[in-house]
Every structure is written in structure tokens, then in C-alpha cells.
């Protein structure tokens, strides 16, 4: 490989040779070509290399921006289908919910409406057999009553009875046993 030196004096030095083969080889009717009017002309390698590279890296990171862009747009999507996705799940479990929610308190409701007409039932049979004992404490007082004065009667009949004597004629009273007419 030649260095750059050489490359650059043979470049503007049409004379020059760096290598003892060509020196004095050209045909002397052939006039030398003038690289350096060519290459006046013509940028500097190192600036083609340099444009070139910023190129490529300017087209690959535009083909990586597109194809970010893209996969970025694509990312965008996905994540916007799964938030709408997640959104729509969200509103039926809500949806879900609310009926499950509507259908416990009708099943309450209904057993509120259920229970208040057993306790009015319930109501009802306790005042009945509250009337009831009532009036069998009632009839038992008068009873009770009745027998107290029935025995101060008896206790007064014997008292007064002239059939009081030993041979115990009220008490043959109080053995008999009524009978039906029969």
C-alpha cells in the first residue's frame, strides 16, 4: 500500500514517481496527465468518507426511526387495544357486579316483605292467645270465686243445718251424685 504522502504528491506532482520502475517509463510523446486539475475538482476522501458515514448513519437511523416509528406505532396500538380491551372488561365486571348487587337486594327485599308478613302473622297468634289466656285467667278468677262461695255456703249450711247431728246427714249430700234424670 502507498502512503498517503506519495498518493497525495503524485496527485500534484505529475513528475513524481515513488517507485524507481516508474521513473522515466512514460513515453515521451504521451504528455503526463494532470491528476491535480482532475482531482481540484473532486472533495477530499476524507470528506466523502465523512459524508458517506454520516449518510449511512443518517439513512440506518432513519430506517431505524421508521422501523422504531413503526414499532413504537405498533407498541402504541397494542397498548391502546389492551387499555380499551381492559376498559370494556371493566365496564362488564361493573356491569356484572351491579346486577349481582340489584339481584341480593331484591332476594332481600323479597325476604324483608316475607319476614314482616310472619311477624304480622306471629302478631296476630300472640295477641289471639294473649285474649285467650286473658280470658281463661278471667273465667279461672270467676271460678275460683264461685267455689270459694260455694264452700263459705256449704260451711254455712252445716252450720245451720238442723240435719247436722252425729250420723253425718250433710255428708250423705255431699256423696250423693247427681244424675242425669236418668
Known sequence: MIPREAITEMIYNPDYAPFPSMQNNAPS???PFNFARLLADMPN???ILQQVTLSSKTVAT???SSTSDEADDRQFR????RRRRRMISNRESARRSRMRKQRHLDELWSQVLRLRGENQSLVERLNEATEHHERAVRENARLQEEVS??????????FDSPY????GGIRDLEEVVCNDGS
Not at 397494542?78 to 387495544?81: A, C, G, K, N, R
Not at 262461695?149 to 252445716?158: A, G, N, S, T, Y
Not at 247436722?164 to 250420723?167: K, L, V
Open 164 to 167: 247436722n247431728d252425729a250420723s
Open 149 to 158: 262461695d260455694l264452700r263459705q255456703l256449704l260451711r254455712d249450711v252445716r
Open 29 to 31: 510523446s504521451v504528455s
Open 45 to 47: 476522501p476524507q470528506q
Open 78 to 81: 397494542l397498548i391502546d387495544e
Open 62 to 64: 432513519s430506517c431505524l
